[in-house]
Nanobody, 123 residues
């Protein structure tokens, strides 16, 4: 079982910045992809950004050039640096990780989610 714990959310004014962190723990063999999704009130959860173990990143069009995703493989941690925030970025942000638990011989696929962290951007 893999647990994800997010931190760094909060209230910020439009134009401001926040940095989210998400640390994974448990019987982790490797984490292939880590990412961030968000869900605003009354809307479906949407992808924000993902990053592979080789640091290949992918972003939603709405956050390109404003958000930067990064990861520390040694710490099983992913970060999301959010700049030039606007009220449309207000949402609960969820961390996601996909990989394998166990060992090379006993590896088992996992797909885990964090509990979410609130980001609120005031105008």
């Amino acid at each position: 079982q893999v647990q994800l714990v997010e931190s760094g959310g909060g209230l910020v004014q439009a134009g401001g910045s926040l940095r989210l962190s998400c640390a994974a723990s448990g019987s982790i063999f490797t984490i292939n992809v880590m990412g961030w999704h968000r869900q605003a009130p009354g809307k479906q959860r949407e992808l924000v950004a993902t990053i592979t173990r080789a640091n290949s990143a992918n972003y939603a069009d709405s956050v390109k050039d404003r958000f930067t995703i990064s990861r520390d493989n040694a710490k099983n941690t992913v970060y999301l640096q959010m700049n030039s925030l606007n009220p449309d970025d207000t949402a609960v942000y969820y961390c996601n990780a996909v990989g394998f638990t166990g060992t090379m011989a006993t590896r088992s696929l996992f797909n885990s989610w964090g509990q979410g962290t609130q980001v609120t951007v005031s105008s």
